[in-house]
Every structure is written in structure tokens, then in C-alpha cells.
């Protein structure tokens, strides 16, 4: 069983994946925020650190999931 601890002005933070995500399915990773711009500066980092450390050339997928 899984608790989850949150505020009570916090409905729904931790219920579902909201706002944006990214993806890269080289590294099998990825990550989620509230905005694009923040999702992408993440997504970002990650194509810069893997570039830089590894040479990997990789791709990342940007998805908005609050449309219904
Ligand atoms: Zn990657």
C-alpha cells in the first residue's frame, strides 16, 4: 500500500501526472513540471549533461497532459 503525504491545499499534486512532461527514449528517462518552459530547461539539461559526458546524441519527446 502506498501513502501519500500532502497539504491540504495541495489537491491533486500527487494524484496524476499534470502540466508537461519530457521523455527521451534513449535513456529511458524523463521528468514533469508545471510549465513548458520549465520542462523543456530540464529536458535541456539533460541533452547538454549527456552530450557533454557521454557524446550521446539522444532525442526528447515534450507532451502536455492537460488536455483530456
Ligand atoms: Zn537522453
Redesign the pocket.
Known sequence: MTKVLSRPGNKSQFTQLQGWSWY?P??D?MGSGDTEQEVLFMAGA??YY?EDVTS?D???IIKNHNKK
Do not use: M, P, R
Open positions: 527521451c534513449y535513456h528517462t539533460h541533452l549527456f550521446d539522444c532525442d526528447v
